[in-house]
């Protein structure tokens, strides 16, 4: 059995990261007889300045990509279409407002350690593309942590502090400098990139390929 470490660095507020996930774990499970795969999330902020937390997401992509907000829409509906195929609920996707992600990525850091980090992601995208929530407002992150089993007290705790802050920022001045600018990215064996959110068997002819090449 071939073991596969997949570095994953995405955002919280990527609509394209849960979709790359879902895909992925297709990917996984065709190939579970023939490999292991370790996943490790890495931080990367879409929206790395807290002053601009809370404008509806429609104007802010607008405004980014220099395209009209019917177009924004078409494109989220077009999200929404692939989300529903692959399970994930994305209901609220184009009611969301645009959000600081920091602090949710310190907690997934701290829900790693006790081997809950994809299911701390997982809660927190169900939060935000599926129920609009603010996944920058504490209790928000403290509900979606004591719904993955963990202990909201301990999380408060961690959010009243600096705890993990400087592992985030690690991440992310890691993987800048690593040439990384768009987010889904897959780090294979700490060797190979693999950029965007790939069709399942994309990913399947990259895994056997590189356990190929090992």
């Known amino acids: 059995m071939t073991t596969v470490q997949i570095d994953i660095v995405s955002d ?4 394209w990261c849960a979709i790359g ?3 992925l774990e ?32 429609l104007p802010a992509l607008s ?14 509906a077009q999200m929404m279409d692939i989300a529903s195929d692959l399970g994930l609920n994305f209901e609220k996707l184009q009611e969301r407002h645009t959000r600081n992600t920091f602090d949710a ?15 701390m992601k997982m809660a927190f995208f169900e939060a935000y593309f599926g129920r609009a929530e603010n996944i920058s407002n504490p209790e928000v992150l403290v509900y979606c ?7 909201g007290d301990k999380a408060r705790e961690v959010l009243a502090s600096d705890l993990y802050a400087d592992a985030v920022r ?16 897959y ?19 990259a895994f056997r390929e590189i356990a190929g090449s090992a």
Not at 36 to 56: K, M, Q, R, T, Y
Request: net charge negative; aromatic share 8%.
């Open 145 to 151: 942590v004591e719904a993955i089993g963990l202990d």
């Open 26 to 57: 297709k990917a996984m499970a065709a190939l579970k007889d023939d490999m292991e795969f370790n996943i490790e999330w890495h931080a990367f902020e879409l929206n790395p300045d807290p002053s601009g937390d809370g404008e509806p997401i």
């Open 63 to 76: 405004r980014k990509y220099g395209r009209s907000e019917d177009e924004m829409k078409a494109s989220q």
């Open 187 to 205: 780090i294979i064996n700490q060797k190979y990139l693999v950029s965007g959110a790939q069709e399942p068997e994309t990913l399947v002819k």
């Open 170 to 185: 690690q991440d992310e001045a890691q993987y800048q400098q690593a040439g990384v600018s768009a987010v889904p990215a």
């Open 12 to 15: 919280i507020a990527c609509p």
């Open 105 to 119: 990525h310190r907690l997934v850091k701290w829900a790693g350690e006790q081997g809950k980090q994809t299911a």
């Open 21 to 23: 996930y879902a895909r």
